[in-house]
């Protein structure tokens, strides 16, 4: 019994670690689209028509 205590909550440590690291991606992710926001909004503010 104690055994699969232990066996679960290393699954779930586990788990956890890899949603930390998710959100870690995450968060660069949706750093990158905004400087690509800001660069496109950029590029398009020099057409003129």
Do not use: C, P
């Amino acid at each position: 019994m104690v055994g699969e205590i232990n066996h679960n909550i290393e699954g779930i440590s586990q788990l956890t670690a890899g949603t930390t690291q998710i959100a870690a991606q995450l968060n660069e992710a949706s750093g990158n689209l905004q400087a690509l926001s800001t660069q496109l909004d950029d590029l398009l503010g020099r057409f003129r028509l």
